[in-house]
């Protein structure tokens, strides 16, 4: 793969030599990208002689023929900027191109890898942090910063990752494990009308269910994102199909279902409808007003009842305020799910990370605190390995 990396200037540029370094033991071609500030930290000779080609500093040097930009950014697979400081953080999140890294960084529309590195009180900032979180937010990964010891000779977090970390996070990055695999993805909350203007609904965003069909498309697979009312964009390369209700869900999944290798229930659907959709709103009074609920299909426990074999692969999500483990195991159990992803509502719901467990037959793993992305790379490794083990389809196994 080729591997563009940006260096900005910060104290941990010198770590940039290892990581390209790094990367070319795994086999990736490197070129170098770097700001003026960075060539203060250290020498672009440095890179020359890593790369054997001298890194691109300046957007106007006349040694480029054309816009060299567009050229990096065409050339590149994947974008890496490590160190990333907190002036290139505030940049990048802004769309600022005033020099040749943040202009190849605009230009380029593929996988994109940051690793913060700056004193801890920078990255303690709510402007870094905004940053930050915009520029994941834009569908970057952040790698790190970490805690350790940082150039002042003080102890915090703002450390950046190791280099093996980050050339890890890139080949993560670029993973194409899932080519020839069908994921069928459900996200986002139903919606249950009332009335014509009203519905009964739930604060489901979709983002982790968004953030899996994005990781499983860029992985190869054929990602079919099955999803109630969202304000998401469909993620580069999945297949959207919009629904409302969760009979809506139901039956979208059911057109889909025999083609998946695996399907992730991560949408947040309405246990209840109302009994009756009123054809006029609903008139206020004076006294209560009672409202019939009535069951809706369970979609999961369905989809676990249809599969004859043991395909397609089964994620469900249990979201639960308390005894999360007891019913996720319960959940699954009860359902027939291979994996159950289990978090709380106050972890999970309307935050762009999140803390879960995985529930399957070896028992229970508890993840750290997760980017959603990272998250959904985790189910997808589960899903790839469980997929592994029962072979390709036709197979014989
Ligand atoms: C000795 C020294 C060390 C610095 N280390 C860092 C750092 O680790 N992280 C950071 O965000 N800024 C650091 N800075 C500040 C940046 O170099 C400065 O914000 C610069 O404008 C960054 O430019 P760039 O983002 O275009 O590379 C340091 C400055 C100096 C003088």
Redesign the pocket.
């Known amino acids: 793969m080729n591997v563009l990396v940006g260096?900005?200037?910060?104290?941990?540029?010198y770590k940039a030599a290892h990581l390209v370094r790094e990367l070319g033991r795994r086999g990736h071609a490197v070129r170098v990208v770097?700001?003026?500030?960075?060539t203060?930290?250290i020498g672009p000779v440095t890179f020359t002689g890593l790369t054997g080609a001298p890194p691109v500093v300046d957007l106007w040097d006349a040694r480029y023929a054309g816009e060299v930009h567009v050229e990096l950014a065409a050339w590149a697979d994947a974008l890496v900027v490590a160190?990333?400081?907190?002036?290139?953080?505030?940049?990048a999140a802004s769309g600022v191109a005033d020099?040749a890294?943040?202009a190849t960084i605009l230009c380029f529309d593929g996988p994109r890898l940051f690793a913060?590195?700056?004193?801890a009180r920078?990255w303690a900032q709510p402007a870094?942090r905004r940053n930050a979180a915009r520029l994941a937010e834009d569908g970057a990964i952040l790698v790190g910063p970490v805690e350790g010891a940082?150039?002042s000779g003080e102890v915090g977090l703002?450390r950046?990752a190791e280099p093996e970390a980050i050339a890890d996070a890139v080949e993560r990055l670029l993973r194409r494990d899932l080519v020839g695999r069908t994921v069928v993805v459900s996200a986002g909350g139903t919606c249950e009308d009332l009335d014509p203007v009203r519905f009964l609904g739930n604060r489901s965003t979709g983002r982790m269910g968004y953030a899996i069909a994005e990781r499983a498309a860029a992985r190869g697979a054929r990602a079919i994102l099955v999803t109630g009312p969202s304000a998401l964009a469909t993620p580069p390369g999945a297949e959207r199909v919009d629904v409302r209700s969760a009979r809506d869900m139901e039956a979208a999944i059911g057109r889909v279902r025999a083609e998946a290798d695996a399907i992730v229930m991560a949408a947040a659907v309405a246990d209840y409808r109302p009994a009756a959709l009123a054809t006029d709103k609903i008139a206020k009074s004076d006294g209560p007003l009672t409202l019939e609920l009535v069951r809706n299909p369970d979609i999961l426990a369905g989809l676990g009842a249809w599969r004859a074999g043991p395909r397609p692969v089964l994620v469900g999500f249990a979201l639960e305020t308390r005894d999360v483990l007891e019913r996720a195991r319960a959940k699954r159990a009860k359902k027939r799910v291979d994996l159950v992803v289990a978090n709380r509502a106050a972890d999970a719901l309307g935050t762009t990370t999140n803390r879960a467990i995985f529930v399957d037959d070896d028992g229970d793993e508890t993840l750290p605190e997760l980017d959603k992305r990272a998250l959904a790379d985790r189910i997808l490794d589960w899903i790839g390995a469980r997929l592994g083990q029962l072979g390709r389809p036709g197979a014989g196994n």
């Open positions: 260096v900005s200037g910060g104290v941990a540029a770097m700001t003026e500030a960075a203060r930290f160190p990333a400081t907190a002036n290139l953080l505030a940049r020099d890294l943040t913060p590195a700056m004193h920078m870094t940082l150039a703002g950046m």
